[in-house]
């Protein structure tokens, strides 16, 4: 009963993302108002939710659906490619620091633990109010706050190899490390770090909307989950549509993309063995 209930989860999860992808995908043909902040039609402001709007208008009398679906479009691919470049990053920190021994081994790791205690919301406010908002620096800077994860996981798993019966065989008949890592252990690791995909995107997708709806993500006039759910906040005694619903789609998506990273590890039995293989490097660190 357990795994059917988790089977309906994983369905209904792919099932929504595949739904809400096709239509950002195709939000372009679905309505021709331009998505512009100056474009403004007053007759249609704040309009509540109907046949004509099924989400409403905002403030601009501009549709909230086409709104919302531009909004996700654009916060999924800063997420989705943060999220990549984040799991790139920790994969090689992390396995370079599992693979090496003294010095190099112990620097890394001390320096991962380092980067483990920042709080990223608050580094990521402190860096965009010294240098400025930019769409390519929010991208690098939401990728270099999220590697951390990924780099424990890789560096735990590459600990495991290094004490595998293969592994050892292969040293004994003089293979360079540089050949070992790359061509042998390397990509044994790969398919534990690309299922963390899913729930990376969500987790990037919740810090870049809460710095978007701070201010300090991406600017107007170009559109976030975030930043219509600043835009809400304001109008919310009378035109709850406009923020409520950016807010939803929002949560919906996080959940889904977590269902679907939990499911995926769940499938290739990565879940278990990555933590116990995390709690034992651990251990190794703390001697």
């Known amino acids: 009963m357990t795994q ?27 309505a021709s108002e331009a998505v512009d902040a100056y474009n403004m039609m007053l007759i249609t402001m704040h309009q509540a939710p109907s046949l004509a709007h099924p989400l409403g208008t905002d403030g601009y009398g501009r549709d909230v659906l086409y709104q919302l679906l531009i909004a996700g479009r654009l916060s999924l691919l800063i997420a989705g490619a943060s999220a990549i470049l984040s799991v790139g990053f920790g994969l090689f920190w992390g396995a370079i620091s599992g693979y090496s021994h003294g010095t190099i081994a112990r620097t890394l790791k001390q320096l ?11 580094v990521a406010m402190t860096i965009v109010a010294m240098w400025g908002p930019s769409m390519l620096r929010l991208l690098v800077l939401l990728a270099l706050l999220s590697w951390v994860d990924t780099a424990h996981l890789a560096h735990a798993e590459m600990k495991r190899l290094r004490q595998q019966g293969y592994v050892q065989a292969v ?11 790359f061509w042998h252990m390397l990509p044994d690791i790969l398919p534990q770090m690309l299922v963390t995909i899913p729930s990376r995107v969500a987790a990037i997708l919740l810090l870049e909307s809460a710095l978007s709806f701070l201010g300090f993500g991406v600017q107007a006039p ?12 304001q109008v919310m005694g009378y035109a709850w549509w406009v923020g409520i619903f950016p807010a939803l789609a929002l949560c919906w998506t996080v959940y889904a993309l977590l269902v679907l990273g939990d499911a995926v590890r769940l499938r290739y039995g990565i879940d278990k063995s ?14």
Do not use: E, N
């Open 171 to 181: 040293r004994g008949y003089g293979l360079s490390h540089w050949r070992l890592f």
């Open 4 to 30: 059917q209930i988790k089977l309906s989860k994983m369905t209904a999860s792919l099932g929504f993302l595949c739904i809400l992808i096709l239509a950002m995908l195709s939000s372009p043909w679905l």
């Open 112 to 122: 991962l633990d380092y980067c483990t205690t920042f709080p990223a919301l608050f």
């Open 274 to 287: 990555s933590a116990m293989s995390y709690d034992s490097s651990l251990q190794v660190s703390r001697r």
């Open 222 to 233: 170009a559109l976030s989950w975030g930043t219509m759910i600043l835009d809400g906040t």
